[in-house]
């Protein structure tokens, strides 16, 4: 497979600077971190907040560079200040609040915005801009203005606009965190379908645990280091360690793994809702 991210022993760093100009403390936010990410995967990051998720998210388009080692996106490395809009074409970033993406007072001038920025012919920017709405399933609010949408919909705008500009990778930051449970479903539903059917790289970055359980493969970071990898039900069915680590899983495998530990002959490696129901009907069966 093509690979679409690889990091190698990477390191940032945050100062505080005194009054003088110097280093008065620093944080390590990653520390010496490798991953690699193939084209067409659905990754999901999880850590609480602190780990160096939403640090290693800005590293992905050249936000923020690696003090040591290297991170290439598509075989381009981000320290290459020439080719940084290259890096950002290739890998668009949506952030947790859409209000600071949505620059325009009409849906489809805002998703219009980053092409026209490019230089793109207007035929081309029309046609970009209604297939965008079409992935995004907001065609029909395509002459509103955002500031009448609900908090779900303003973030499929702002992925709409991300999609106009044609990345091969999306980053995710937490995009739902700031939404309710219908808007965050809206959302959810989005991502999986350009994963799916547009076969765009997906890069989410979350601290809500249900909605890793579709990803090909689920990180967890701890103090700026990779900590736990795996798919979801490797990583999920270890409930003790996420709890080690501060951190919940899914509720049907806390259920699970609450129900094995008073001695319940029951999978650990559960997901849904769906499927606690099934291993239980089956276990009721054999009595």
């Not at 106009?164 to 959302?187: H, N, S, Y």
């Amino acid at each position: 497979m093509e690979r679409m991210v690889e990091a190698r022993n990477i390191t940032f760093e945050y100062h505080k600077y005194n009054d003088e100009g110097n280093i008065e403390e620093s944080f390590t936010a990653l520390d010496n971190m490798s991953l690699e990410i193939e084209k067409g995967e659905f990754v999901v990051i999880l850590g609480h907040n602190g780990s160096g998720k939403s640090t290693f998210a800005k590293h992905l388009n050249a936000i923020l560079t690696p003090m040591k080692g290297f991170l290439l996106v598509k075989g381009i490395n981000t320290k290459d200040e020439e080719k940084i809009w290259d890096i950002r074409q290739t890998a668009g970033m949506v952030f947790q609040n859409p209000d600071n993406q949505i620059v325009a007072t009409i849906v489809d001038e805002d998703i219009a915005f980053g092409p026209e920025n490019l230089g793109i012919a207007p035929d081309e920017i029309r046609r970009r801009v209604d297939k965008a709405l079409e992935a995004v399933e907001m065609t029909d609010y395509k002459d509103h203005s955002p500031n009448h949408l609900s908090g779900g919909q303003k973030q499929r705008v702002a992925i709409a606009g991300v999609l106009a500009m044609k990345p091969e990778c999306i980053v995710f930051d937490e995009p739902t965190a700031m939404l309710d449970p219908i808007g965050r479903q809206e959302v959810l539903n989005t991502i999986y379908k350009l994963n799916k059917e547009e076969d765009i790289t997906i890069i989410h970055i979350t601290h809500y645990m249900q909605e890793a359980i579709n990803a090909d493969r689920v990180i967890v970071m701890e103090e700026g280091k990779i900590v736990m990898e795996g798919s979801p039900r490797e990583v999920f069915s270890d409930v003790a360690k996420l709890k080690e680590l501060g951190l919940d899983a899914p509720d049907a495998t806390t259920l699970a793994y609450e129900l094995k530990k008073r001695g319940i002959d029951i999978s650990t490696e559960i997901l849904s809702t769906q499927e606690v129901v099934d291993a239980i009907w089956r276990l009721s069966s054999k009595i």
